[in-house]
């Protein structure tokens, strides 16, 4: 993989990097970024329209708007058909549709597991450009989506997911992140990043350590997905969320957080929301203006200080 320090690469050089921003002109630049995931529904257009949403989301968590996709497959076809297959290439083409991108061509490979994803490119105003590493002191910090999908995926798995629960998070995980961006950027955020597998905990870490800012988070704030409190307390609970707790653990104060709510502000999400940050007394109209667009948004914490990227939870 190169990558080169050139001035038109304004994010990226680090291959670890979600997605890169290359500059076109003073105004315009292009955001580059790939996702790929394994089924996590049984229904092949759901999971195609899942994947392709949750590829997408890096380019809107820039502020950006996607513009052309490739599909990425790897597929067994011994043991899945080629109807199965469009079934997935149709879901992601629903998603495209919905964003407004044009999906351009792809290609696939013999994998003995199934995966699915796509390479997205996309366009951001520079001057609109949201960036991880942009956190004011004072801001307030929007959630743009519940948590719990790593829960429930993994119920789902073992045949213990309440109906409900399922539908609640499919609805979350097939919502595109594009009317929380445009929101975002109306409402004068500069920082924002999309939730997806480190957890609320991981991403909002990689935040303010690049911010150099400090963070409170309020748990009784953060919404969560029907059922996904009772199934974490049933032991439902993914490998990643466990490793992502895990990780954040030195950065984070939280003694009087019990484990169950822990797990679940570390739980790995696919295709979650937007995490972003508006300045003092602003975060109520952002949180009005995405529930109009029916999100299940909420203010939980503010920025409150200089720091290492110290995460207190209350």
Not at 181 to 187: L, N, P
Not at 197 to 219: I, Q
Not at 294 to 299: L, N, S
Request: glycine share 12%; net charge negative.
């Amino acid at each position: 993989m190169r990558t080169g320090t050139d001035e038109r690469l304004l994010i990226g050089a680090d291959p670890g990097d979600d997605a890169a921003v290359w500059r076109l002109d003073d105004d315009r630049a292009l955001v580059a970024t790939v996702d790929v995931i394994t089924p996590l529904v049984d229904d092949a257009h759901l999971w195609g329209q899942i994947a392709a949403t949750n590829a997408a989301s890096d380019v809107y968590a820039m502020g950006g708007s996607p513009l052309f996709a490739l599909n990425i497959v790897g597929w067994n076809r011994d043991a899945l058909s080629l109807d199965l297959l469009s079934d997935v290439l149709d879901g992601a083409s629903a998603a495209a549709d919905a964003g407004g991108w044009l999906t351009v061509g792809g290609h696939t490979i013999d994998d003995p597991e199934p995966k699915f994803g796509c390479a997205v490119i996309g366009e951001v105003v520079i001057d609109r450009l949201l960036r991880a590493d942009a956190l004011r002191i004072g801001d307030e910090l929007v959630l743009s989506k519940p948590l719990g999908v790593g829960v429930i995926a993994t119920a789902i798995k073992r045949n213990a997911a309440p109906p409900g629960s399922v539908e609640a998070a499919i609805a979350s995980m097939t919502r595109l992140n594009d009317a929380a961006a445009q929101i975002a950027i109306a409402m004068s955020a500069t920082a924002a990043t999309d939730v997806t597998g480190f957890g609320l905990l991981g991403h909002l870490r990689k935040m303010t350590e690049a911010s150099g800012v400090n963070v409170r988070v309020e748990a009784a704030a953060v919404p969560l997905l029907a059922g996904a409190r009772e199934l974490t307390r049933d032991g439902v609970v993914p490998g990643g969320s466990k490793r992502n707790l895990a990780w954040v653990q030195q950065w984070l104060d939280a003694a009087p957080i019990d484990d169950v709510t822990l797990l679940l502000l570390a739980d790995a999400q696919t295709s979650g929301g937007l995490l972003f940050g508006v300045e003092a007394g602003c975060g109520y109209e952002a949180v009005t203006r995405l529930r109009q667009t029916g999100h299940d948004a909420a203010v939980i914490g503010h920025v409150t200080q200089v720091g290492q990227g110290q995460i207190t939870v209350v």
